[in-house]
């Protein structure tokens, strides 16, 4: 007789035993490696000034701004043209009183020149003489040198969660080899008689492994994910398809295992007894109140995190969104980008206010059980009066059916304290990855 889950913990309780996993040590990566959600491990500092000159922000003229006081279309002001500013050559000359010079975007302002003019706001008079028919205040349109890095000075501070902007100001002052945290190495297993690979045709009572496609799908923007195939449900074809798993591709162990269709009841003991037997395992989760996602089953295995996840699609899925991708960022350092923005609600990659979401209006009733978070997924009907919500419509339908996941959009949270939610009641839809 199998038991029923042995320590069903909320949702929260799991939380705080993965906030116990250390993010993962720095490494280099050469610029051209970075990808937009790297974390910075520590300080950088500015190698140069940046801009390394006061540079023009517009096409115009480089003018002194007292020379303009005043200046409008119904009083023009007249200043003599001494040159034209190329944006590949620095001015050799000084700016005096009553003179201006034409420059591009980007180009260096001669000295003297505090303030650009923009070209739509001037008309050549003739004679090298420019008629200027509005004023400026000093510094319109100047980028001022080292207003953007100033040598020797902080660069961007460790835990800063790299964004395309961040890279791109890492281009631009040159730095081409970064530290930041390492991102997690993933192995993925699925479990179970009836499983088969994609591209064969199932037999009678063989189904496709989808979750080894789909797990992959989503785990691929967060970590280096390797597939070790399909394990059967016997001990020791799964003890062995375990170990290779946690050693990893190439040999090189594994931050975190997730294997597919071996937590529910039937297998569940199956796996337990599976990690046991491979030595130096603690079990962390027996069960979670989450619907969809009650029979998780997590245990630390030579110091690996493995995730026996439910085998259910849907249920698969929504598990890894709520718990499995934040804890990948949780190792790839974003929860101590979070605790660099000042963010609470734990300051931790868990924070679901800092996941992508769009608010909406709820459709119709919804009951819960008290005592489990549910998430229900919903898709969002785009009203026709601009201004108002969105309708989240709940999408039924059973955890193992793909159709449920591919009409939806993202989830709603009912609260394990709350019986329901309301018709008319504003929730956070959180999104599925559109990738």
Request: with cysteine; hydrophobic share 45%.
């Amino acid at each position: 007789m199998h038991k029923d889950f042995l320590n069903v913990l909320a949702v929260d309780d799991v939380i705080s035993r993965l906030l116990d996993f250390a993010p993962l040590p720095a490494e280099r990566r050469s610029l051209a490696d970075l990808a937009a959600g790297s974390v910075v491990a520590e300080t950088l500092i500015a190698p140069e000034d940046l801009p390394p000159a006061n540079r023009s922000g517009m096409d115009g003229y480089a003018v002194r701004a007292a020379d303009l006081f005043g200046a409008s279309e119904f009083n023009p002001v007249w200043l003599d043209c001494v040159g034209e500013i190329a944006i590949d050559r620095p001015p050799c000359f000084t700016l005096e009183a009553g003179q201006c010079a034409a420059i591009v975007t980007g180009g260096h302002l001669p000295d003297g020149a505090d303030a650009v003019i923009m070209v739509e706001h001037t008309k050549p008079f003739g004679a090298g003489v420019i008629e200027m028919r509005r004023s400026v205040a000093p510094g319109e349109y100047v980028m001022f040198k080292g207003e953007d890095a100033t040598a020797g000075q902080p660069l961007l501070t460790a835990g800063t969660l790299l964004r395309a902007q961040e890279i791109g100001l890492l281009a631009a002052v040159g730095m081409m080899e970064v530290p930041v945290i390492r991102r997690p190495r993933v192995s993925l297993l699925s479990t179970g008689d009836e499983l088969v690979p994609p591209g064969t045709r199932p037999e009678p009572g063989q189904i496709r492994d989808v979750n080894t496609s789909a797990l992959a799908a989503m785990i691929a923007p967060h970590a280096e994910v390797t597939a070790f195939g399909i394990a059967p449900d016997r001990l020791e074809p799964l003890k062995a398809a375990l170990d290779e798993a946690l050693q990893g591709k190439n040999g090189t162990p594994a931050d975190v295992v997730f294997l597919s269709g071996g937590s529910s009841i039937g297998v569940r003991d199956l796996t337990l007894e599976a990690l046991q037997s491979l030595g130096d395992t603690e079990i962390l989760c027996h069960g979670v109140a989450l619907s969809p996602g009650k029979p998780l089953i997590l245990a630390r295995c030579r110091q690996t995190l493995v995730w026996g996840l439910p085998g259910q699609v849907a249920s698969a899925q929504v598990v890894m969104l709520i718990l499995g991708l934040p804890f990948l960022r949780h190792l790839a350092g974003h929860s101590l980008a979070a605790l660099r923005d000042g963010k609470t609600q734990n300051g931790t990659a868990f924070d679901q206010r800092r996941w992508p979401s769009r608010p909406a209006m709820l459709s119709r009733n919804i009951a819960s059980r008290q005592g489990r978070e549910d998430y229900v997924r919903v898709r969002l009907d785009i009203p026709e009066n601009p201004g108002e919500l969105p309708r989240a419509v709940p999408v039924p339908g059973l955890s193992g059916l793909l159709r449920t996941l591919l009409d939806a959009e993202g989830v709603i949270r009912i609260p394990a304290r709350l019986e329901g939610l309301e018709a008319g009641t504003t929730v956070e839809t959180l999104l599925f990855d559109k990738g």
